[in-house]
């Protein structure tokens, strides 16, 4: 996923959405195939990461919710508390048929406005995450360089990029430094702590290393996993199986997504996003490879912007991928 929390919400404008709309058809090589379709051979659910609907479940989350299961989803992620006790949000999944199974938390930055973040006390996060029966967290934005501040007239995607290679490799050593250490804190309360990527990490440093290989090699395999967003990497230049082969054992989960062939390889946050199975990214080798790299848990997620409502794109991307034989 991009940026979340209020942090991603800073930085990526909000966005509405409309109801429910038709799946995309069964594609040509699904209806021809008899072969099963991949989730369904796998038996594993099709997720969503819930910040691809924008402000849709801050002002009706038990609508919000009995929708998607509606679609399909029943395996979902959470990218903050959207300021409800962990208690409450527990009832409307449970009232909605879901699961939530994993949440990304933030580092403290002045945008984040709620309590609990990746420095609280382990055991105040813990208890909020046992309250929602989720036993894994990502950090799903690095921390930002000390004293990095929006300067005006620059978008804040380049401002990051250009702070983060001002930062250079020492950054992303400090990064995975405090992965170790958060880490450690939490596994005595049953938490595992894991990294999302951006394509950030995968600008080039002094050295001919980036940030990526960095937070790969210097974070202890036994302690921190990785959420590998799919889309991200992708408009990084990266091939998306190849990435996925390189963390075997490592990768816990996944983000879904999908970019357009206009997006230009880059390292400040910027695609051209659409519903999955709509793009450039090639399923029949990425889903095998997640698989085979360990890969448990498949979340949907879109950036903005649409060119549909928001529940819609994720019932096509949701539909395309019930079918797809791989």
């Known amino acids: 996923m991009a940026l979340t929390n209020p942090d991603r919400r800073t930085f990526m404008a909000a966005f509405g959405f409309a109801g429910l709309a038709a799946m995309n058809p069964v594609p040509t090589f699904a209806r021809s195939s008899a072969r099963r379709a991949f989730f369904k051979r796998i038996g594993k659910p099709i997720g969503l990461q819930l910040y691809t609907l924008g402000e849709m479940p801050t002002k009706d989350m038990d609508g919000t919710l009995a929708k998607l299961a ?4 029943t395996d979902i992620e959470l990218p903050h508390f959207y300021n409800r006790k962990p208690s409450d949000l527990r009832a409307a999944a449970d009232r909605a048929g879901v699961r939530f199974s994993a949440m990304h938390m933030n580092m403290p930055t002045p945008f984040l406005r709620e309590g609990l973040n990746l420095m609280s006390p382990a055991q105040q996060i813990a208890d909020g995450l046992n309250a929602l029966g989720i036993y894994q967290v990502y950090l799903p934005l690095c921390p930002l360089p000390e004293g990095f501040a929006l300067p005006a007239g620059k978008s804040p995607q380049v401002a990051i990029g250009e702070a983060l290679e001002a930062a250079g490799a020492d950054h992303w050593k400090r990064t995975a430094e405090l992965l170790n250490a958060r880490a450690a804190a939490l596994r005595p309360f049953g938490i595992k702590l894991g990294y999302h990527n951006h394509n950030m990490e995968y600008a080039p440093l002094a050295g001919n290393v980036t940030g990526w290989d960095i937070l790969v090699a210097q974070t202890d395999p036994a302690l921190v996993n990785f959420e590998l967003d799919l889309g ?3 408009a990084a230049g990266r091939n998306p199986a190849t990435e996925l082969a390189k963390l075997k054992g490592r990768v816990n989960a996944v983000h879904v997504k999908d970019i357009k062939a206009t997006t230009k390889t880059n390292y ?4 051209d996003p659409t519903e999955v199975g709509a ?9 095998p490879a997640a698989l085979a790299a ?5 979340y949907v997620e879109q950036e903005p912007p649409f060119t549909m409502d928001r529940l819609e794109a994720v ?4 539909g ?3 079918r797809f034989v791989a």
């Open 70 to 73: 509606a679609v399909g989803f």
């Open 268 to 271: 400040v946050m910027a695609q």
């Open 279 to 287: 793009g450039k990214l090639d399923w029949a080798r990425i889903l």
């Open 315 to 318: 019932t096509h991307s949701y």
């Open 232 to 234: 991200w990497a992708a």
């Open 294 to 298: 360990g890969v448990q848990h498949f």
């Open 320 to 322: 395309f991928l019930s």
